[in-house]
């Protein structure tokens, strides 16, 4: 065995690391499209110090690192473009602290989404945090490297608007701390200190990671969903203005689909309700079906489909449902709210293009300053030609979301190559002086958000 | 082209004018109803086509056989006045389309039980009561093969109906049942109310779920422990289509020791459930339907009601919460009748 694996060995142990063919194989690919990309070791660390001595020594043999979270990524985020070690965080899943009345939880960055939810559901009933729309095995840190958005994105944002301190590595294993918590043990806030935070957005290429101060919102006892349709697809940025306006949902997601049948050509708008009683929910209703829908109503363009049924999250990992062989990956992009009709009509046609069902999806992120669209492509994952058909249709939306302006979140690499070719020369310049200064032997995740 | 069989002069004979009289959505005296049934005769618009809430009561309370809800109906989809905004419209037609694959036929010996577009409640189908009975549409994916269409009703589509029904009685007719037993009124109601009154033929025999459960709790006598709740029951309106079966209502609960309470909506009497008026776009049309919940659900509290019974799907997955909240207990009319026999509900 070659001196990395020794040494991997000494700082994890070696139930911790492997380089067995089967283990390699299993991470070198992920649920989506891309190919495959294999490692030379995978290492799970259990503490932030066992990190830092995995960065320091993959700096040494100038080896390559790719934190991984729960795996949940569809476009290759987490796959060795340049082989390396895969850090496994998800031994990393501690809940470190919960400040209930201070309505923040510190956890490590390896808990999964449904562990804290399953935590706070027994600990502190009367709070919860924003869950993505991933299975429930996606990891805090990992949503957060993405700059994920979940549930409360009407509200409050992305996820990671929502966080009050980190700690994390540097790609030369230092460990640094963001936020109150760099002044002591409190991870109340990120600001005011400067801002440091260059490691969301990043995708693991700046740092690891491995603390995270989250912020808690409120859970009321009730929790429902409504959906309000219409067919006219020009309708749903003004709907979303007045339910915006209106202010009173949790989640906002309008969502237009091929299949099943019944949401073909038409577009549910789904409105998170809850209060902690049923004349607080009966008053929301009113605000928002009486007052501000009641001319859609009235004119006959649109009509309240579900009323009170529980709460679900957006199902676009329903769309590998509409072709035999399990396979989806969805292109997400930010763009603004007015942009849903175009969104939906050219991701339809690219979608109809590729004899794939269309699935697309828009959730409001803020008071409707801008929305975080998905476009689905259902694939055969035993079939390389339908494989490499959703491949095209992703690639032409990503060239899609170029030419509206938007904004590719979570790219893959090829729509990290359009942003980077598109992106202010200045702007750019500043992101390699980051990474070079931040990662001088571009170990952490190589071939992602590189600049020439 | 299938069209209403409707005797235009028996209803111009009826000085009762029940179906729109006893309405309890309308306010209509006898004068006022002629004139508009005359309107509805002559295809012309009336305030009932706007008004009517689709409950299908009318069609019970008719004292010539006659079918004044399916002729508002018709006319409504004429006239083009639907109850619904449009995308809902859409969104109901659409729903109907099967589009995972043809059913597997298999051929039954005996009879067969229709989950319908039910095939997700097939778990309520379980035990002794049902070991007589082959189930068929239990698989969600091809139920849609099994929808009896009568939703559009409420919808002000008899098209829609019409242009799918025939291919429904199809797939239903292929298993070769010596007869169907149906899960849901509205199944039951389309088979032996709407396909007659519009001509078409049924090609199998069908059995309304409270007489088989009935029947099949009279062969299980023996085993039978009296409940001793006292229950409301939750009339569907598909169940104004076979008004002959509402008795096996009082009949299942007599058998099972249970007391139907006496309150103000029962029977004819009964209210909607509201499913279908909560989304209509006449206006206030939300609020109007959650008075008529609140009203129903407190009068069956004031009854002393400990159960609610439910045999349609849309009205329990409507109802079940609010009722919860009031205290009261929503069950399934077969899980009750299998509580009876000593089984636990599903």
């Known amino acids: ?452 | 082209m299938h069209t209403l069989h409707f005797d235009e002069n028996k209803c111009l004979a009826c000085e009762a004018r029940d179906c729109l009289t006893r309405c309890r959505y309308m306010n209509m005296d006898a004068q006022g109803a002629a004139a508009e049934l005359k309107k509805l005769i002559a295809g012309e618009d009336s305030p009932v086509l706007h008004d009517c809430i689709t409950c299908y009561a009318c069609e019970e309370y008719c004292p010539m056989g006659n079918h004044p809800f399916y002729l508002i109906v018709s006319r409504q989809e004429a006239l083009g006045i639907s109850p619904l905004p449009s995308p809902l419209v859409r969104q109901g037609i659409q729903m109907g389309i099967p589009f995972r694959g043809e059913p597997e036929i298999e051929k039954v010996d005996g009879l067969a039980l229709n989950m319908g577009v039910f095939s997700g409640l097939s778990h309520l189908i379980s035990g002794k009561l049902f070991e007589n009975v082959t189930p068929i549409s239990t698989d969600s994916r091809k139920m849609f093969h099994y929808f009896c269409q009568l939703m559009y009703l409420h919808y002000g589509k008899v098209s829609v109906i019409n242009e799918r029904l025939e291919g429904v009685m199809e797939a239903i007719s292929a298993h070769d049942a010596d007869a169907v037993v149906h899960f849901h009124d509205e199944c039951y109601g389309t088979y032996t109310s709407y396909a007659p009154a519009f001509g078409m033929a049924v090609p199998f025999k069908s059995i309304h779920l409270f007489e088989f459960l009935h029947d099949r709790l009279t062969e299980l006598a023996g085993e039978i422990h009296p409940l001793g709740f006292r229950v409301a029951y939750q009339r569907p309106c598909s169940s104004r289509l076979s008004p002959d079966k509402h008795v096996f209502v009082d009949k299942i609960f007599d058998m099972v020791g249970v007391e139907h309470v006496e309150r103000q909506y029962k029977n004819e009497e009964a209210l909607c459930c509201g499913s279908t008026i909560m989304p209509q776009k006449r206006p206030d049309s939300r609020r109007f339907c959650l008075d008529i919940q609140r009203e129903n659900i407190e009068d069956m509290k004031r009854a002393g009601a400990e159960l609610c019974i439910f045999n349609c799907p849309a009205c329990m997955q409507t109802l079940w919460k609010q009722i919860t909240e009031y205290g009261i207990m929503p069950i399934w009319m077969s899980d009750l009748c299998r509580m009876a026999i000593g089984e636990k509900p599903a």
């Not at chain 1, 329903?318 to 992009?333: R, T």
């Open chain 1, 1 to 452: 065995m070659d001196a990395v694996y020794r040494a991997l060995v000494d700082i994890v142990g070696s139930d911790y690391v492997s380089v067995q063919p089967e283990d390699l194989f299993t991470y070198s690919k992920d649920l989506g499209t891309s190919e495959p990309g294999k490692p030379d070791y995978v290492a799970a660390p259990k503490t932030t110090g066992a990190v830092s001595r995995i960065l320091k020594l993959a700096n040494e043999h100038k080896t390559p690192v790719i934190p991984l979270g729960g795996g949940m990524s569809l476009a290759g985020l987490a796959l060795p473009l340049k082989g390396g070690i895969i850090l496994d965080l998800k031994r990393m899943d501690r809940i470190l602290e919960l400040n209930e009345k201070g309505r923040y939880v510190v956890v490590e960055a390896g808990a999964s989404h449904g562990k804290l939810t399953s935590y706070l559901h027994k600990h502190a009933p009367r709070l919860m945090h924003s869950e993505p729309g991933a299975p429930p095995a996606a990891t805090i840190g990992g949503n957060l490297a993405i700059h994920g958005q979940g549930d409360l994105a009407h509200p409050y944002g992305f996820n990671s608007d929502m966080i009050a301190g980190m700690e994390v590595v540097l790609p030369t294993g230092e460990i640094c701390r963001i936020g109150s918590c760099a002044m002591g043990e409190k991870w109340y806030t990120l600001h005011p200190l400067p801002d440091l935070s260059l490691f969301l957005g990043w995708n693991g290429s700046t740092g690891i990671i491995t603390k995270v101060s989250l912020k808690l919102y409120p859970c009321k006892k009730i929790r429902e969903m409504d959906i309000f349709c219409v067919e006219d697809e020009n309708l749903v940025p003004e709907i979303l203005y007045e339910l915006t306006h209106a202010g009173m949902a949790g989640d906002l997601v309008a969502m237009s689909s091929k299949l099943p049948p019944y949401s073909d050509r038409l577009h549910m708008i789904s409105i998170a309700l809850s209060e902690d009683s049923r004349q607080e929910m009966e008053f929301k209703r009113q605000i928002l079906f009486d007052t501000h829908l009641a001319k859609y109503i009235r004119e006959g363009t649109g009509g309240i489909s579900m009323a009170g049924r529980d709460v679900e999250r957006p199902m676009v990992s329903k769309a590998s449902d509409w072709k035999k062989g399990g396979g989806f990956e969805y292109v997400g992009a930010i763009l603004p709210v007015t942009d849903y009709p175009e969104c939906y009509r050219r991701g339809a046609a690219i979608s109809a293009a590729h004899d794939i069902p269309y699935t697309v999806l828009g959730r409001v992120i803020g008071a409707g300053h801008a929305m975080m669209f998905s476009w689905s492509y259902a694939f055969n994952r035993a079939d390389e030609q339908s494989i490499a058909q959703a491949r095209k249709a992703l690639h032409e939306t990503d060239d899609l979301v170029m030419e509206l302006g938007g904004t590719i979140w979570k790219p893959a690499v090829y729509g990290q190559k359009l942003l980077l070719e598109k992106m202010d020369a200045n702007t750019l310049q500043m992101m390699k002086k980051v990474k070079t200064m931040l990662d001088p032997n571009a170990i952490m995740n190589p071939g992602h958000w590189e600049v020439d």
